[in-house]
């Protein structure tokens, strides 16, 4: 399929000034679909671009504008590894309608998983998720989707026309089952509800409380590494360092800290899809929230140019096996470690439909080390009863 008809072509106008000599800049070493030039065998790229300018459906509008204001901004940071082919498809067209924004997002997803390309989505409001979310409807098993938020943006019940305060509905619906499982990064627990949160533990979901979460940036890293999807509103950051998010706040993750997290996930081979969304450039100063942004997208694609291939089913000859007997579980719960990363595995005894072997689950070493002190592990319990549910 060739995708170009989805896009309009990027139109920037040349910056002012240049951190760095033009030949050193992320601009002058990717393909960008031009008006005279689209982009063409796209199976040579390792990671793609795009840009959603849509915010219908957004309880802030002005987020559709902020594509182009994070492209700009990232053009001119440093290049990449010359080995990592990268490519800018430009911006989905708008048709006026948002469900067609939705669909659009859906196909280009799936055309890019097809050929094994890593997706950067650049919003718009954060209910185009929803494409992404289509897209994952139509593969097998199950999938982790992981937000960064500040809020939780879903509503119980969860029965409202669509918008960027709850189109986490569609996700968490009980007719989905575990078709996926859901982790939030960075909740404020005076913008959620009591509702929300008990809805989440009554599913064996979870949402990791800011101070949490900051308290050990480290920890997060295996939540980030079994995502599929990672969709992050630009209000999780505080407002001193994101004045532009479409909601602020004074109380949030630090620039330096959400860089950590796209570097995370960039390293990841889970994840294909990393969208950014609620910048609102109306709201910005000097493009600060667009520069964050944009050093954000460079973190993340500067993780994937340092993947390497260690999941336990793909590379069990650089891993180490360690069967801890957990008498309050009445299982034993296998853990397995790389030697080339040190990351770390759980394995869930319940099968994976679409392997045949058990579920594999990241964790961190403190789950080894809680699991070998007889405490069962929150993320094996979770993914536990979540899966076993299904299974019986």
């Known amino acids: 399929m060739d995708l170009n008809g989805y896009f309009d072509p990027v139109s920037l106008e040349r910056p002012r000034f240049g951190y760095l000599p033009e030949t050193e800049t992320f601009s002058h070493h990717i393909s960008v679909h031009t008006p005279d030039r689209p982009i063409r065998e796209l199976d040579r ?42 490519c800018d498809l430009g911006n989905v067209k708008n048709s006026g ?4 924004s939705y669909y659009a997002v859906r196909d280009i997803l799936l055309e890019l998983k097809e050929r094994q390309i890593v997706a950067v989505m650049l919003g718009g409001s954060q209910d185009l998720s929803r494409g992404a979310f289509l897209a994952l409807e139509k593969s097998e098993g199950m999938d982790q ?15 409202e026309p669509v918008d960027s305060r709850n189109y986490l509905n569609q996700l968490l619906r009980p007719a989905q ?3 996926f499982s859901y982790v939030n990064l960075g909740h404020q627990a005076y913008f959620v509800t009591g509702d929300q949160l008990d809805m989440l533990e009554r599913t064996y979901l979870q949402s990791i409380r800011l ?8 920890l997060t890293e295996p939540l ?23 909601i602020a706040s004074p109380n949030g993750f ?33 493009d600060q929230t667009a520069h964050l942004a944009a050093q954000a997208v460079w ?39 790389s030697t080339l990363s040190d990351r770390w595995w759980m394995e869930i005894p319940v099968k994976n439909p679409a392997t045949g072997y058990n579920f594999f689950v990241s964790c961190s070493y403190e789950d080894y080390q809680q699991a070998c002190n007889q405490e069962i592990p929150d993320r094996w319990w979770r993914y536990l009863h979540r899966l076993g549910n299904e299974s019986e």
């Open 97 to 100: 309608q948002v469900n067609d």
């Open 45 to 86: 790229f390792q990671v793609a671009i795009f840009g959603v300018p849509e915010d219908k459906n957004g309880c802030i509008r002005g987020s559709g504008k902020a594509p182009d204001h994070v492209r700009g901004q990232l053009y001119r940071l440093r290049k990449m590894n010359r080995n990592l082919k990268i």
């Open 224 to 246: 980030i590494r079994d995502s599929a999807f990672v969709g992050i509103d630009m209000g999780a950051v505080r407002h001193a360092d994101a004045p532009g998010a479409s």
């Open 299 to 337: 973190y993340f694609i500067e993780g994937v140019a340092h993947r390497i291939k260690e999941h336990p089913l793909d590379t069990p000859e650089h891993l180490k096996k360690f069967i801890v007997n957990l008498n309050a579980a009445g299982h034993d719960i296998i853990f397995h470690k």
């Open 254 to 286: 630090s620039g330096d800290e959400l860089c950590q997290i796209t570097r995370y996930a960039g390293l990841s081979e889970m994840v294909r899809t990393i969208g950014f969304f609620e910048l609102n450039p109306s709201s910005d100063l000097n």
């Open 211 to 218: 101070g949490d979460a900051r308290n050990n940036l480290q």
């Open 145 to 159: 989707v992981l937000t960064v938020d500040s809020m939780l943006d879903f509503t119980v019940p969860g029965d």
């Open 177 to 179: 089952g575990t078709r």
